[in-house]
Every structure is written in structure tokens, then in C-alpha cells.
């Protein structure tokens, strides 16, 4: 059995590694148009700085990551975030810490006395009597209120999919939320009753010794496959019962193909097998981000936390700032200090269009405004993402049931990625194990 894999991302990674596991004897065939591995999931060094191009780490409240480290044998470069990198802020007029917790709740100064009040009356609001998606703004005035929302949901939903809460589907989104109304008839009542049966951590954030990219070298090493590096897939066609991939004015003819590309350039592959699945993919959202590192030989500011999130209504140019060096302290030499500045987004999708030294000056004013910091660093890094993150608007879910129905008209067609079922690296290791012993059963068959 011949598979021809389509991206190298976490996705089409742990798609090869649990396909090879499954059939050892599959010949696998993985091409990346990058030159490196591992799509967004990817670490540069700039003067000894370790800045990510996207995601920092995963957590761990979920399995599925780190099975795939245990079952690969990495658990000697994984890492843990700092315990300061628990301390969160939200930034609305100024910096607040994150109340996560009763007591915090009570004093904090980002909700007024009633706006409290409001969010402890929603154990008195009746469950939702239909299926009908909704966006997280619905969801979220409807259960906690105008003000909840606008500062908990608003700065949640930037620092996660990078759009705003009335672009994005609860359902599709944050499940879990819309199953604890469901089943308990409350967020309240559902967290207590799961708290009594489970009184399990949240969930630790989780990293690589080096960076990300030091987990997607060593997944290369524990994949028995052909690699494609810098070999931009053209068009997937049919051949006989199998499929033709063309790449760089070569054809190879696999017995399957999983396409585990953002479904944009999914939707251009497969224009030629099949225009209509083409324009279901093309068709799904995307948030466009900036990202802004920066580096300093030396810093007075503490950076004692894992970062600050922002508002819509914050006075801020950012989405959000993560302190990198905090939260991992291999991001910077010893001594030393870094951050990365997240802009763009759904709130200001022109950011991304900018030059890079401009969204450096946007970043700076982030830093000072946000942060109080003033020195000038001595290493800097940008990273534009035009199309950097799935959205998951209302009809998401729809849309990719129709996506996957589409797709499996064609016997040995698989997609798999973040655009589709879950936009974590968790959800994305899971997916792709599950995309390889799909593919492995049809093997079987054949």
C-alpha cells in the first residue's frame, strides 16, 4: 500500500507516525512545500532567542499529545511551563490579573459589583430548548451577561482563534461549554457536578526542550517515510483506483491520499478531482495573524506570568502578549528576557498587510502601553500569517459534515487538519491518528 501524505504540520506528522505504526508495511510518501517540517508548529533562533512562528505548547489535559510523545519516545525533551506562567492578565483600560479562582473573582476590579451578581444569576437562566448554533456572544449574554462576555470572551476568543466572539460558533468552538448546558442545565450547575465525579488539574501547558521544532525533527527520525521537503504539491487526480500527486513536474500514483494542509490550499490540490469539494474547503473561515518577538539582553520588567490578553475595547494595538521567556525559560540565554506580540485577527485584519517594521513599531507601543516597558530590544522577529487560523464561524460544523461526506465519495480521499474538528495540537494529534487507521483499514480491504 502506497500514501502519499500532503503537509507536514502536527497534523500529516502524527497522521505518518500512527499510519506506520499501524501498517509497517505501507510505503509513505510525506511532501511539504516549507523546506522544514512542521508548518506553524516551528522555532527560530534569532541571536539565541527561540521565538515559535505559532503555538507554544500544548496542555495536557487531554491524552492525545502526550501519547504521541510516550509512543515515540520523546518524554526526554519534554517540558513544563514555569509555575509563574500560571498568573494570567487581561488587559481592558489596564492590566488585571485573571480571577481564577472565587475569592479573586470577588475583588477583582474588571467587573462591577452587579456585572458579579449577574454571572451568579445564571444558574437561574433556563437551558437553551434547541440545537440552533449560535455565536459565542449569543451563548455568552444569554448564560453571563453583556459584561462577562465583552471582557472574558472577547479576550479569550482573540487569544485563541483570533477572531471575535459574534464571529464564532460555541458549538463548533467550545463544545464542552455548550455540553454543560445540555446535560446539566448550567455552566454552574454542570462544573460542580463534573467537579464531584472528577476533581482532575485543568490541565498543565506543555513544550519541547529547544522548541517545537525540536519534536517535529525527532517524529522524522521515528517515521519510516519518504520525505518531499520544499516540493509544493500541484494537483491530486485520479488514477485508475488510485490517485496521481503531482509535484515539481513529477507524478507519483499512490494507492491513497490524506491532505492535511490548511483547507485553502486542500481546495486548490483538489480542484481538479473534484471542483465541488474544492469549493466547500475554500469557502472555510480564516483569521489573518501577525506575529512579533522580541528579545532583551537585559530587562527590569519581571514578566512574572504567562502573558496578558486584551480586549476589544482596550486601548491597545495587540491581541494579546505572551511572555515567552517566563513561561519557557530555554526561549532566552540566560539572564535574559523575551515576548511575543500577537496582532491582526478578526479586530484588525489590515495589521497583517503591513510591513514588518511597522508592525515592530505597533508591537513596541503594545509592550509600553501594556506592560510599562520602554527599553528598546536587541533582537527582534516577525512572522505575517495571512491566513493563520481557523475561525469556526456559525454553520462550521455543518459545513465540514458536508466537507468529510463530500470527500468520502472518493474511495482512499482523506483530509484531516486543523481546519475541520478542533484547532489545538491535541485535537490535531487525535484526528491524525484517527485519518491513519482509516487509511489503514482501506489498505486492509484493498
Known sequence: MRVAIIGAGISGLSTAFYLKRTRSDAEVHVFEANEH????????NRDGFLFEEGGNGFLSNKPDMLKLVNESQATDILMRSEDAARRRFIYTDRMHPFPDGPGKFIRSQLLTPAQKLRILGEVFVPPKRNDQD?????????????AFTDVFLDAMTAGIYGTTADRVSVQAAFPLVVNLEREHGGLFKGMIKRRKQSAGPGGVLMSFKGGMTTMVDHLQQQVDAQWHTGAPVEAITRDGEGYRVQSAGDALKVDQVIVATPAYAASELLQPLDAELSAQLAALDYSPIAVVGFGWKELDHPLDGFGLLTTADADLPVLGVLWDSSIFPDRAPE??????????????????????ETLIQEALEGVRKGLGIEKTPDTTFVKRWPKGLPGYPVGHIQAVDAIMEQAGQHRGLHLTGNAYRGIAMNDCVRNGRLTAE?????GRVN
Open 37 to 44: 517540517l512542521g508548518g506553524t508548529m516551528h522555532t527560530v
Open 134 to 146: 449560535e455565536t459565542l456572544q449569543s451563548f455568552g449574554y444569554r448564560r453571563l451577561g453583556k
Open 335 to 356: 539572564g535574559m528576557k523575551s515576548v511575543r506580540v500577537m496582532l491582526g485577527g478578526q479586530r484588525a485584519p489590515h495589521k497583517v498587510e503591513q510591513d514588518p
Open 438 to 442: 482509516a487509511a489503514a483499514m482501506v
